[in-house]
């Protein structure tokens, strides 16, 4: 992968500017080592598994529906950087999806099949569901057999399950039959709703995906952020009450953690930015953007980096500020460089350079694993590797992005960045 992805389709900008060493060519070979690492995922029979800290298959651990997609994202993207292969793998996915994970008898997606193909969890998840919708998307433009139809059928099932006008954001969970719904709501599937709905919207311009995405922000920002000084709160009751306490006795829970996550902090701030992009190149104005977007990164920056007196990012937080899990998690530092990034490129205040320029630092001295490949998911407070929420190294998704988001052209979605590309060439 290496000799593919050898450089940007955005110019050569950070390298040429001096500003920071973790330039272009820098994570060009970042993302080609955490590609390559990411292949041994490919199972024969179908879809992509769960990897352990060396790369291999962990047997035990089932497949996953996120998983798939997230790979489905990965290596879409690496078909645009010119990967002869990508395509194939990316159909690999889209297969399993159509064929091991959809439901025939009771609509929607698995949230984890294990060996025999049997669903492992009773529930069904509007996280899973949102990341199928994105890489449905991703197959859909690359043209992959199979992939109008994953997506004409999700596109469905999100509509008539997870979807809540009254409110204006998505369901968390429902039974296996979706005859009963779970009655906490969460902010985590709406983030990765507004995700998929970006990409969604800059593949078929259908302006469904962009306002449910406009309309989820907004409220998050607004009417939950905001009141709390930018320090998200993240779960809910059914009617969108706010649950402070929630996952207080489990919290370092890998998707509901109790308190402030202060990587969704950086991850709302990076997706905020490319929801004002979508608008703006549709004529709207939404004024309150770059204020959440600046506020939500200087929360996750002012009690997120080197809370204990370490460097690197704490996990969470409770309300009064005080760090709860001090674990660092791969996946905060990858969203903290690129909502750096972002904010760097579209205000020009070089603050956010040297933030992202620090915060590559940290990754390549401690999480980079020189070693056995790809990033260490998890460091202890002592910069030491564990495993205490996350095992093995399943997840090339955040820190592929990181890399990859310098290399394209700044947009609402990694798709649509990588669609300009392909139609300008």
Known sequence: MSSIISGSLNGNQLDDGGKTQYGEKFLAEQ??????FALGCVIENGGFGYLDAAGKVDT?????????????????LSHFFGDSSAKELVAHGITSLNRDFRDKKSQGYFNSIDLTGAPVMQEKLAYDHMFVLLAATMGVALDVAGSQELFDDIDKVIDSKFWDEKYAMMSNAWSLDFNEINSYRGVNANMHAVEALLAAYDLTKNKKYQERALRISKKVALEFAKPQAWLLPE???????????????????????????????????????QLQISCTEDGQHEDWIVEAATGLYAAGKKYGWSADGQVGFIYTMDWSAKSVVTARMHWVAAEAVMAAYVLW????????LQDYDLWWQYISDHVIDRVQGSWHHELDSKLQPQSGTWAGKPDAY????????????????FLGSALTTSKNN
């Open 398 to 413: 955040h820190a592929f992005n990181a890399c990859l988001l310098p290399l394209l052209p700044l947009g609402a979605s």
């Open 345 to 352: 490129k579209m205000t020009g205040d070089n603050q956010y």
């Open 60 to 76: 035990n651990s089932p497949r996953q529906a996120y998983v798939q997609s997230r790979m489905i994202q990965v290596f879409g």
């Open 31 to 36: 993302a080609s080592a955490l590609y390559d």
């Open 235 to 273: 779960h809910f009751d059914a009617q969108w009450k706010v649950d402070l306490e929630f996952n207080s006795d489990n919290v370092a829970d890998q998707f509901c953690p109790y308190g402030v996550t202060i990587g969704h902090l950086f991850e709302w701030s990076r997706l905020l930015l």
